[in-house]
């Protein structure tokens, strides 16, 4: 961890660093007010030497590749050379602070000032155009006192930043807002003062109206008022659009009691616990961070972490995850991983990461909009010319300048994408579901063949008893305790499951336990010898029933493998264990094939286990027996065959099949290797997950065109419409607010799905 120079309180945040000794940065940017902003701080990022930049207006965020002869602070420097400004992201996981809660306070006084004072000057401003008679005066100056605090206090947010793009030379929405505001102030001024103030009473009320004398003072009150509107509401509606991830990093604990080596307790923040030392957690309170439950039984809700909604029950030896709630007992937890390296870290991370890059639609909207700005302006003065050179009046060739000025404002085109990212990686990581990045959503609406993985994947990863065969004189549960008696001196997989199968009876004692390596265990048991190994080996001592073989021979071709049970030098019985689908695979391959994918089973194992559980599920094509490579190599058969692929895995062989496909998701409690692989990782231990992601990623890429084709359709329809003086500008900038604010509630939509009506 290394410090920022010109900014000491923040750690400095490396996400990535790779071999070409490039590390990857993330950086706080303040100061952004549209999405040509983002694009601009990216452009003056990217013309530094050595340096990969993406910048997000949603979230930001700046992410930086940058080679190790560039320091975070000089980063920094050419964010704050460009007239906004900049900070190191810290690593370790703290409180997300509500900035757009600030701001929306912040603007709301603004606004609510401003709608006190633009109502009567608007009514005024109908009367005494409708009614020149009630004219007095000075009536004109009342206008502009009311107007005055509007268009100036009221406005100074949008004059602070489109001074200071004046000044780097840049332009952005405040600049189009700023200009309509002070142009339609000082053509309302100069009316205001030169004309007679007697307009022709034989117009009609809506004429008078639209086109009285100090139309363009209420213009730029109105404008201000509508464009600090749009504005509240946006702020408002990104403070939302966080509240997932504030609450996601709100679940941590805020301080522990640590176990001193005398017995005592002492609490201490959370951020001050290190590797190896032990705290005590009681009922209702927030494990501090990953570790090792080293006494103490409890329930732990764990529906924060991965949205599961059961508690899961924690004994000595089990791990716990930093950021679970213990509902009951009292646990002591070594602590395995601390700060950057907790999976509540992890998952803080990978949520940053999705909302700080950019998917394709994003930079097309981004270039498009660095260069809008400054063509909304040359295209309003080209207007203003040719009204003017039509020999059209003065009022209207500037109220046609103006509606252009205030119609095209791009803020909705820089919000399209990363609001409604921002909102899906929020709703996913309450759902469990973590997109790793923009890849994910880029992908998932391609996907038409779905790959699964068995072992660990569809099927549980541990072995169970899935049948008990008995000969006449024994009984199911006979067989199994003696079984499970001698089993439980033994280490074996086979054995433990045998044991597991028990539910924690008490056993009795074996004497003389023998192990034959690779055949089975033999002992005592309360006076009876018990001997529970391969059928090869025990039909070697004891002959075997026929109604025994048979059924040894039907489970065997099931893939599940079996042991025989001797008892007195007499066949007993057999026990058949197997790896047992998860409840959850079913349900989802059916969803899958009901939304029209392919879905495919790859394993390591025998046929007879692939085809049984491959049949139990309801997946048609089977490939069996299959190393790592060979995986690799069927996805690439797909993909040649023209198939967009999603493989599903969780263990160190399924690591390259992930990278190879089109999009690979983990199931987040396999290995490293393979939610490194990945690009959406699923916390549930739950394959209905995997539907649910592909539904998550294609319903926010739904959003995102949602978006894209109202804002795209909205600016290129409406500036020739301002530009044909078919539009008011107080109008303009109604619309124009409504424009954004469509955009931020259309992907709001987002934070409900997956929620049952």
Same mark, same amino acid.
């Given at each position: 961890m290394t410090t920022v120079d010109s900014h000491p309180q923040d750690a400095v945040k490396e996400i990535h660093d790779d071999s070409d000794g490039v590390r990857r940065i993330q950086l706080d940017v303040t100061g952004m007010t549209c999405g040509a902003c983002a694009a601009r701080v990216e452009r003056k990022l990217n013309k530094v030497d050595g340096v990969r930049a993406s910048v997000n207006y949603a979230t930001r965020i700046a992410t930086v590749d940058a080679g190790r002869n560039l320091s975070t602070a000089e980063l920094c420097a050419v964010v704050d050379k460009a007239g906004y400004g900049a900070t190191a992201r810290s690593d370790t996981p703290r409180p997300i602070p509500d900035a757009d809660a600030e701001t929306a306070k912040n603007l709301f006084r603004r606004l609510a000032l401003a709608v006190v004072l633009f109502v009567p000057l608007a009514d005024l401003s109908i009367v005494f155009a409708v009614v020149p008679s009630t004219r007095f005066p000075g009536w004109q100056w009342l206008l502009l006192a009311l107007a005055a605090p509007i268009v100036t206090w009221c406005a100074s947010p949008f004059y602070r930043v489109a001074a200071k793009n004046l000044r780097t030379g840049n332009a952005s929405m405040e600049t189009l807002v700023t200009i309509g505001v002070l142009a339609a102030t000082g053509w309302s001024l100069y009316t205001l003062i030169t004309?007679?103030?007697?307009?022709?009473?034989?117009?009609?009320?809506?004429?008078?109206?639209?086109?009285?004398?100090?139309?363009?003072l209420e213009v730029a009150t109105g404008v201000t008022v509508l464009v600090l509107a749009g504005r509240y509401f946006e702020a408002r509606s990104r403070s939302r659009a966080g509240s997932a991830l504030r609450a996601l990093a709100a679940i941590g604990a805020k301080d522990v009691s640590i176990l001193l080596k005398d017995g005592s307790e002492m609490r201490i923040p959370a951020g001050e616990l290190k590797e190896e030392q032990q705290f005590v957690v009681r009922p209702g309170e927030t494990i501090g961070t990953d570790g090792l439950v080293i006494e103490g039984s409890a329930g732990v809700d764990i529906s924060a972490m991965t949205g599961e909604s059961l508690p899961v029950e924690v004994d000595p030896g089990d791990a716990v995850?930093?950021?679970?709630t213990v509902l009951d007992g009292r646990l002591i937890v070594e602590?395995? +991983?601390? #700060?950057?390296? !907790?999976?509540? /870290?992890? %998952?803080?991370?990978?949520?940053?990461? $999705? *909302?700080? @890059?950019?998917?394709?639609?994003?930079?097309?909207?981004?270039?498009?909009?660095?260069?809008?700005?400054?063509?909304?302006?040359?295209?309003?003065?080209?207007?203003?010319?040719?009204?003017?050179?039509?020999?059209?009046?003065?009022?209207?060739?500037?109220?046609?300048?103006?509606?252009?000025?205030?119609?095209?404002?791009?803020? +909705?085109? #820089?919000?399209? !994408?990363?609001? /409604?990212? %921002?909102?899906?990686?929020?709703?996913? $990581? *309450?759902? @469990?579901?973590?997109?790793?990045?923009?890849?994910?959503?880029?992908?998932?609406?391609?996907?038409?063949?779905?790959?699964?993985?068995?072992?660990?994947?569809?099927?549980?990863?541990?072995?169970?008893?899935?049948?008990?065969?008995?000969?006449?004189?024994?009984?199911?549960?006979?067989?199994?305790?003696?079984?499970?008696?001698?089993?439980?001196?033994?280490?074996?997989?086979?054995?433990a499951a045998i044991v597991a199968a028990t539910d924690g009876r008490d056993l009795e004692p074996v004497d003389d336990f023998r192990v034959e390596p690779g055949r089975g265990v033999s002992g005592v048991v309360d006076g009876r010898t018990v001997s529970v190994g391969s059928p090869r080996w025990t039909s070697r001592a004891a002959v075997v029933p026929a109604t025994v073989a048979r059924r040894c021979k039907e489970l065997e071709a099931e893939g599940k493998t079996v042991v025989f049970v001797i008892v007195d030098d007499a066949i007993a019985?057999?026990?058949?264990?197997?790896?047992?689908?998860?409840?959850?695979?079913?349900?989802?391959?059916?969803?899958?094939?009901?939304?029209?994918?392919?879905t495919v089973l790859l394993t390591g194992d025998n046929e007879g286990a692939a085809r049984t559980v491959a049949a139990e599920v309801g997946i048609d094509e089977v490939h069996?027996?299959?190393?790592?490579?060979?995986?690799?190599?069927?996805?690439?058969?797909?993909?040649?065959?023209?198939?967009?692929?999603?493989?599903v895995?969780?263990?160190?062989?399924?690591?390259?099949?992930?990278?190879?496909?089109?999009?690979?998701?983990?199931?987040?409690?396999?290995?490293?290797?393979?939610?490194?692989?990945?690009?959406?990782?699923?916390?549930?231990?739950?394959?209905?997950?995997?539907?649910?992601?592909?539904?998550?990623?294609?319903?926010?890429?739904?959003?995102?065109?949602?978006?894209l084709i109202w804002a795209f359709g909205y600016n290129v329809a409406a500036i020739p419409i301002a530009a044909l003086g078919l539009l008011n500008p107080l109008i303009a900038g109604g619309a124009m607010a409504m424009s954004s604010l469509f955009v931020v509630t259309n992907s709001l939509r987002l934070q409900r799905f997956g929620r049952t009506k």
């Open positions: 004309e007679s103030g007697n307009p022709d009473s034989s117009r009609g009320v809506w004429d008078a109206i639209w086109h009285s004398d100090s139309i363009y995850v930093g950021g679970t602590a395995a +991983a601390v #700060g950057p390296d !907790t999976q509540f /870290a992890g %998952m803080m991370r990978l949520v940053e990461e $999705a *909302q700080s @890059g950019k998917a394709n639609a994003q930079r097309l909207a981004d270039r498009i909009a660095s260069v809008f700005v400054p063509v909304v302006v040359v295209l309003s003065l080209i207007t203003l010319g040719v009204w003017l050179a039509l020999g059209e009046p003065a009022t209207a060739s500037v109220s046609a300048a103006l509606a252009v000025l205030i119609i095209a404002c791009p803020c +909705a085109l #820089g919000l399209a !994408t990363p609001i /409604a990212v %921002m909102v899906a990686t929020g709703r996913g $990581a *309450q759902l @469990g579901i973590f997109l790793k990045g923009y890849q994910a959503l880029d992908s998932s609406r391609l996907v038409d063949t779905v790959v699964f993985d068995k072992t660990g994947t569809v099927t549980q990863g541990v072995l169970r008893v899935g049948a008990v065969h008995t000969v006449e004189g024994f009984t199911d549960d006979e067989v199994l305790y003696l079984a499970a008696a001698v089993e439980n001196a033994s280490e074996h997989s086979v054995g019985g057999l026990i058949a264990v197997a790896d047992l689908v998860k409840q959850s695979a079913a349900p989802s391959i059916a969803a899958l094939q009901a939304a029209g994918l392919r069996f027996e299959m190393l790592p490579d060979q995986k690799v190599e069927r996805l690439r058969r797909l993909q040649a065959d023209g198939r967009s692929v999603a493989m895995g969780d263990g160190i062989n399924d690591g390259p099949a992930l990278a190879t496909a089109d999009l690979g998701l983990a199931i987040g409690r396999g290995t490293d290797v393979a939610i490194s692989a990945a690009d959406i990782i699923l916390v549930r231990d739950d394959l209905r997950s995997v539907p649910a992601a592909l539904s998550l990623a294609t319903a926010t890429q739904r959003t995102i065109r949602t978006n």
